[in-house]
Structures are given as C-alpha cells and as structure tokens.
C-alpha cells in the first residue's frame, strides 16, 4: 500500500500542487486564443461585413481568381461580368474581396493588428 503513496507524490496531500499542474495547460490555452482564433474571427467578421456591403458596380475577385464588376445581387446569388456581355453567376460566399483601381486584388489586413 505504500507504493501507491509514494507514486502519488507530494501534490497528493494537498490541492496546491495539481493547481500549478494546470498553469502551463492554460497559458497555452490563452496563448492560442489570442495567436490563432481570435484572428480567424476577427477576419471571418470582416468577410462577413464585406460580403453584406456588396453593391452593384464594385469590382471584385472570387476565391475562384475570376475578376468581376457586380451587375445584379440576390440574398444568396451575385452576378458578374466578366467580359462584355459575358455574365456568370456565383454564390455570395464564393467571392474573395474587392478588387483596386488597378485592377488587383486588395491586399489582406492582419487581423491580429
């Protein structure tokens, strides 16, 4: 019966020890929170607003690497064209961002900063 006594250590006679076992589990914790999804969130949320702000005119790029000037938008649809007199149609989530004056993609904003 000893045995399992001194396996148990000296965090098993007082509750101090398995506290202070837990620390670094939730510094790591914390750590990826702020590193890794509270940026995910962050630009998922500005996604989100991009998508909401669509109106016809802008210039934008699909995930697909399709570059479009909106012609016509429904709740779930968009249509671009592409060309002229070319139109196509995608789902809202499928497009990517806003496109410059240049005629590039707009370059991604840390969502960390």
Same mark, same amino acid.
């Given at each position: &019966?000893? %045995?399992?006594?001194?396996?148990?250590?000296?965090?098993?006679?007082?509750?101090?020890?398995?506290?202070?076992? !837990?620390?670094?589990?939730?510094?790591?914790?914390?750590?990826?929170?702020? &590193?890794?999804?509270?940026?995910?969130? +962050?630009?998922?949320?500005?996604? +989100?607003? !991009?998508? $909401?702000?669509?109106?016809? %005119?802008?210039?934008? *790029? #699909?995930?697909? %690497?399709?570059?479009? #000037?909106?012609?016509?938008?429904?709740? #779930? *649809?968009?249509?671009?064209?592409?060309?002229? $007199? *070319?139109?196509? +149609?995608?789902?809202?989530?499928?497009?990517?961002?806003?496109?410059? +004056?240049?005629?590039?993609?707009?370059?991604?904003?840390?969502? %960390?900063?």
């Amino acid at each position: &019966m000893t %045995g399992v006594a001194y396996a148990a250590g000296p965090a098993a006679g007082g509750g101090v020890g398995s506290i202070g076992q !837990f620390i670094p589990l939730i510094l790591i914790f914390a750590v990826f929170y702020f &590193m890794l999804i509270r940026p995910q969130q +962050k630009q998922a949320k500005q996604q +989100k607003q !991009f998508l $909401n702000d669509l109106k016809t %005119g802008k210039k934008i *790029v #699909t995930k697909g %690497g399709i570059h479009g #000037t909106i012609t016509r938008l429904s709740d #779930t *649809v968009v249509t671009l064209e592409i060309a002229e $007199n *070319v139109r196509i +149609k995608v789902t809202r989530a499928s497009i990517a961002g806003p496109l410059t +004056k240049e005629g590039l993609p707009a370059p991604a904003k840390p969502a %960390g900063g």
